[in-house]
């Protein structure tokens, strides 16, 4: 904060009432800071409290971490082939499967013995196998 701040003076500042930046008046200073203000919106008065940054850390995005996975996944799969998805046919964690609409993918996990997910370039899906 700057000193330039006094007593009657409008600034911004975050209402905790509204959950808004927007203007308020200083009512008291403590030091070179707004000791209590009162928003001019919904007329609360509070204590000043400052905005404090958080700096976040760099976080992958769910869509890269996917491909990563997908990728990772891909090429640790049984076969060099994949083999063509049926309903009909049962698949085993592991197995390179190509999709007619998802494309290529891996199988991840057996949910039951008819269900399986399966991990694509642009998501997971799950689907029947084993019918």
Same mark, same amino acid.
């Given at each position: 904060m700057?000193?330039s701040?006094?007593v009657?003076?409008?600034?911004?500042?975050?209402?905790?009432?509204?959950?808004l &930046?927007?203007?308020h008046?200083i009512i008291t200073m +403590?030091?070179? *800071?707004? %000791?209590k203000v009162?928003?001019?919106t919904c007329q609360?008065?509070?204590?000043?409290k400052?905005?404090?940054?958080?700096?976040?850390?760099?976080?992958k995005s769910?869509?890269?971490q996917?491909?990563?996975?997908?990728?990772?996944?891909m090429?640790s799969?049984?076969? &060099?082939?994949p083999i063509d998805?049926?309903?009909? +046919?049962?698949? *085993?964690? %592991?197995?390179?499967?190509?999709?007619?609409?998802?494309?290529?993918?891996?199988?991840n996990r057996?949910i039951?013995?008819?269900?399986?997910e399966?991990v694509?370039?642009?998501d997971?899906?799950f689907?029947v196998?084993?019918?």
């Open positions: 700057t000193s701040l006094s009657g003076q409008e600034f911004l500042c975050h209402c905790a009432k509204c959950n &930046e927007l203007a008046i +403590k030091g070179n *800071e707004p %000791g009162q928003c001019k609360s008065v509070h204590t000043f400052p905005k404090i940054i958080k700096k976040r850390g760099k976080r769910t869509q890269v996917h491909l990563e996975n997908w990728s990772s996944k090429q799969g049984k076969q &060099e082939a998805y049926s309903p009909t +046919k049962k698949f *085993e964690i %592991g197995d390179i499967i190509r999709h007619p609409t998802f494309g290529d993918g891996i199988v057996l039951d013995n008819n269900k399986i399966i694509f370039e642009a997971s899906k689907l196998h084993n019918k």
